[in-house]
């Protein structure tokens, strides 16, 4: 019913930028929320950055990262300067949306896209 499809994903030098989109599409009748998560093998996932008012960052991120929406193309961005090895992730797009014909919330995530960061 709601599709999530993440691109942008790549391997950058340390120092280096890349960024992120996340569509949203299909049977949306409302989108809550949009979020970017990240998760390495072994680990679980961590939320990266989350488009509310004012937007929620994880420490680790805050000040290199910048996340935005356009809500009329239903799409999410998430902006990576300054990139770190230990940045390197599987970044998912998380979308909270109540579809066509459903009256409740349910959370729809992408298949993620691989971020690499190395020399």
């Known amino acids: 019913q709601v599709q999530v499809v993440e691109s942008g994903g790549g391997l950058v030098q340390p120092g280096g930028s890349l960024r992120l989109s996340c569509v949203a599409s299909?049977?949306?009748?409302?989108?809550?929320?949009m979020d970017w998560y990240r998760q390495v093998p072994g680990e679980q996932r961590e939320l990266v950055a989350s488009s509310g008012t004012p937007p929620v960052y994880a420490h680790s991120v805050k000040d290199r990262f910048t996340i935005s929406r356009d809500n009329a193309k239903n799409t999410l961005y998430l902006q990576m300067n300054s990139l770190k090895p230990d940045d390197t992730a599987v970044y998912y797009c998380?979308?909270?949306?109540?579809?066509?014909?459903?009256?409740?919330?349910?959370?729809?995530w992408g298949q993620g896209t691989q971020v690499t960061v190395s020399s």
């Open positions: 299909g049977a949306i009748k409302s989108i809550n929320a």
């Open positions: 998380y979308v909270k949306a109540v579809a066509r014909g459903m009256v409740a919330f349910h959370g729809y």
